[in-house]
């Protein structure tokens, strides 16, 4: 990166941290981002990445810091659990109990415990992965039965759309369900994440304490 390109993403990244409260954690979604980009931000103090492909987070993680949180927030195969295992601090797209037992298996047999969130499909996209309200409540109170998993709370997308009513009804319906699972079937509840780049303040005004942002970080991928 050029000293310029350097300048204008701290600039960036100073923008983001004091649009966030302070309760409110970042991931910096870094997907299709390169090492080096990371690495500067990195830099900057910044400790938790979000990746969205598996085979992009394996190569990066072996080429920085141990220290970094990668967080795993996109769609996971299950034949693709076994690589991340090993060294991923929070799985936030658990959208099956298929994935979760595979999930239990993999980080029982790595002696890790792993940290999961429960996606919820929120959205008008059938194309969007998740547990619908139904199933995700009636998983919630049934005995936890995944011991090398610990539940943090839940996760979902919101609609792409500019109608910011359907995003914000999205949100306060994801947050319901998380302030009653918190309060009645999760005591390790503690985590909700919604909202990116184009939608967290509307997301973080529902109740999130966890946002994902990409672009507004590292800039728009068509202007490099």
């Given at each position: 990166?050029?000293?310029?390109?350097?300048?204008?993403?701290?600039?960036?990244?100073?923008?983001?941290?004091?649009?966030?409260?302070?309760?409110?954690?970042?991931?910096?979604?870094?997907?299709?981002?390169?090492?080096?980009?990371?690495?500067?931000?990195?830099?900057?103090?910044?400790?938790a990445?979000?990746?969205?492909?598996?085979?992009?987070?394996v190569?990066?993680?072996?080429?920085?810091?141990?220290?970094?949180?990668?967080?795993?927030?996109?769609?996971?195969?299950?034949?693709?659990?076994k690589?991340?295992?090993?060294?991923?601090?929070?799985?936030?797209?658990?959208?099956?109990?298929?994935?979760l037992?595979?999930?239990?298996?993999?980080?029982?047999?790595?002696?890790?415990?792993?940290?999961?969130?429960?996606?919820?499909?929120?959205?008008?996209?059938?194309?969007?992965?998740?547990?619908s309200?139904?199933?995700?409540?009636a998983?919630?109170?049934?005995?936890?039965?995944?011991?090398?998993?610990?539940?943090?709370?839940?996760?979902?997308?919101?609609?792409n759309?500019?109608?910011?009513?359907?995003?914000?009804?999205?949100?306060?319906?994801?947050?319901a369900?998380?302030n009653?699972?918190k309060?009645?079937?999760?005591n390790?509840?503690?985590t909700?994440?919604?909202?990116?780049?184009?939608?967290?303040?509307?997301?973080?005004?529902?109740?999130?304490?966890?946002?994902?942002?990409?672009?507004?970080?590292?800039?728009?991928?068509?202007a490099?």
């Open positions: 990166m050029t000293n310029v390109e350097h300048t204008a993403l701290a600039a960036r990244y100073k923008a983001v941290q004091q649009a966030i409260p302070a309760h409110v954690a970042l991931v910096a979604v870094s997907k299709t981002r390169s090492v080096e980009e990371i690495r500067a931000l990195y830099d900057l103090g910044h400790r990445f979000g990746e969205n492909y598996i085979q992009e987070l190569e990066k993680q072996a080429q920085l810091p141990m220290d970094i949180e990668w967080h795993h927030i996109g769609h996971l195969q299950t034949n693709k659990v690589l991340i295992v090993p060294f991923v601090h929070l799985v936030q797209g658990v959208d099956s109990v298929k994935l037992d595979e999930l239990d298996r993999r980080a029982g047999r790595a002696g890790r415990t792993v940290q999961v969130l429960l996606q919820v499909h929120i959205a008008q996209e059938e194309t969007k992965h998740g547990f309200g139904e199933e995700l409540t998983l919630l109170d049934a005995p936890w039965r995944w011991p090398n998993l610990v539940p943090r709370g839940l996760m979902g997308m919101a609609t759309t500019a109608e910011t009513k359907v995003v914000a009804t999205e949100f306060a319906h994801l947050s369900l998380f009653w699972a309060a009645n079937a999760a390790t509840f503690d909700l994440s919604m909202g990116m780049s184009a939608d967290a303040p509307l997301a973080i005004a529902a109740g999130s304490n966890l946002v994902r942002i990409g672009t507004a970080i590292f800039g728009d991928r068509s490099r």
